[in-house]
């Protein structure tokens, strides 16, 4: 799986929108582009996947360069609760079966 | 209706004791994953396991081992506790087949050795 490269961390104010980067540029043809997030001490939670369209669904949404070397997750509109740290991870294949590798991620502050 | 549950939800033991941690899934999912979490917040894969396969991380200890009594459960043995064994443990769940991309993860199990 690609290696990815996120900033360690970034602050947001509370109803802005809060737009995570990350760069896998050297990510392949069949390699998916995964976001998930991780709120202080519980387990992982998935957000959106893509393979090169952008995607929408009610959490957020995925904006993936042409190029396919970087992409941005975008909260529309970030609320406390989003506090977390977010994952970007690159891997072969749109299924869910197989391990996941976690970087350090991006710990975002939402702040009021 | 929990989706992925894990027990017990702290664990403290001394070293070299033999421990388990038991996670269950009412998703129907045929696959199920642990995971460690150490104190520097990195999440490690150390199996997945469905019912064709188990797949191990090479770097895990052979004292550990995960056991399926059935598809809808994958625990975790240790064996012979180390103090590098402290951290939090993950269970997950997906389903391999099908349109499904996400994986399901279990609340944690904060597991300290002393």
């Known amino acids: 799986d690609a290696k990815t490269t996120q900033p360690p961390s970034m602050d947001c104010a509370e109803g802005r929108a809060a737009n995570l980067p990350c760069n896998h540029s050297?990510?392949?043809?069949?390699?998916?582009v995964y976001w998930y997030r991780q709120i202080h001490s519980q387990g992982p939670q998935y957000i959106i996947h893509g393979l090169k369209n952008n995607e929408t669904n009610e959490m957020a949404s995925l904006i993936i360069t042409e190029d396919r070397k970087s992409s941005t997750l975008i909260l529309p509109h970030a609320t406390l609760r989003d506090t977390a740290v977010y994952y970007c991870?690159?891997?072969?294949?749109?299924?869910?079966?197989?391990?996941?590798?976690f970087g350090s991620g991006t710990q975002l502050t939402v702040l009021p | 209706d929990t989706a992925v549950s894990q027990t017990p939800k702290y664990l403290v033991t001394q070293m070299g004791n033999d421990k388990s941690i038991k996670c269950e899934q009412n998703?129907?999912?045929?696959?199920m994953y642990w995971y460690k979490q150490d104190s520097k917040k990195f999440l490690k894969i150390m199996f997945s396991?469905?019912?064709?396969?188990?797949?191990i991380n090479e770097t895990v200890p052979n004292r550990f081992s995960p056991k399926s009594p059935d598809k809808a459960h994958l625990n975790l043995h240790i064996n012979s506790l180390e103090l590098g064994d402290s951290a939090v443990y993950f269970c997950?769940?997906?389903?391999?087949?099908?349109?499904?991309?996400?994986?399901?993860f279990g609340p944690g199990t904060r597991l300290t050795v002393t």
């Open positions: 050297t990510i392949s043809g069949n390699e998916y």
């Open positions: 991870i690159v891997r072969v294949g749109a299924g869910s079966a197989r391990q996941l590798t």
């Open positions: 396991y469905n019912n064709k396969e188990l797949i």
């Open positions: 997950a769940s997906s389903q391999e087949s099908g349109s499904s991309y996400e994986q399901y």
């Open positions: 998703l129907g999912h045929d696959t």
